[in-house]
């Protein structure tokens, strides 16, 4: 059974930091890409960032580029997104995607908010 | 960046009734390889969404045959034969064509 969990996300300033984490299993994680995607309240689904499998490329949205990087642990099967400098508009849900696009986790909340 | 447009945005259905949505891409989505790289997916109330259909018509396990997709180049369309009282929800396109990948703006069926 395939399953995506995500963690780490909560409450924080403008212009803060938070990591988040994903850890995933039912499916083979090293040879899968793996993108962070998020939905912000009431608003349709965003496309965030990408990383190939290996870890060799990466892909961001325009608007995290810079602020947020994504990076992998195959030996953890774990998917990571550190976000800096973060903004109100980086309030969303974000959703650890695999399998290019099959395997979503719940979700875990990102508020950013003074 | 491609613009994905979807309509309508809001669909109210009757079971076992047909119905379609379209998305239409501001570029066009054919890659250098010649595919077509253009994804559906279903959210129902209160959960992650779900990817129904990829490469434009090839519908993923599990998914009914009452949903297909189809189109080309700039114009695609999602079409379910017959409702079903579980297809209530949103349904979004998005191209995984061309960097940066986008979304369109959901279309809400409801009964």
């Known amino acids: 059974e395939v399953q995506v969990v995500e963690s780490g996300g909560g409450l924080v300033q403008p212009g803060g930091t938070l990591r988040l984490s994903c850890a995933a299993s039912g499916f083979t994680f090293s040879g899968s890409d793996m993108n962070w995607v998020r939905q912000a309240p009431g608003k349709t689904v965003e496309w965030v960032s990408y990383i190939s499998p290996g870890g060799r490329g990466f892909y961001y949205a325009d608007s995290v580029k810079g602020r947020f990087t994504i990076s992998r642990d195959d030996a953890k099967n774990s998917l990571f997104l550190q976000m800096n400098s973060l903004r109100g508009e980086d309030t969303a849900v974000y959703y650890c995607?695999?399998?290019?696009?099959?395997?979503w986790g719940q979700g875990t909340r990102v508020t950013v908010s003074s | 960046d491609a613009v994905l447009t979807q309509s309508p945005l809001s669909l109210p259905v009757t079971l076992g009734q047909p119905a379609s949505i379209s998305c239409r891409s501001s570029?066009?989505?054919?890659?250098?390889?010649?595919?077509?790289?253009f994804i559906w997916f279903q959210q129902r109330p209160g959960q992650s969404p779900r990817r129904l259909i990829y490469?434009?018509?090839r519908r993923d396990s599990g998914v009914p045959d009452r949903f297909s997709g189809s189109g080309s180049d700039t114009d695609f369309t999602l079409r379910i034969s017959r409702v079903e009282a579980e297809d209530v929800g949103f349904y979004y396109c998005?191209?995984?064509?061309?960097?940066?990948?986008?979304f369109g703006q959901g279309t809400k069926v409801e009964i």
């Open positions: 490469q434009v018509s």
């Open positions: 998005m191209q995984d064509t061309q960097w940066p990948w986008t």
């Open positions: 570029q066009s989505l054919v890659y250098s390889d010649g595919g077509t790289y």
């Open positions: 995607v695999g399998g290019h696009f099959q395997y």
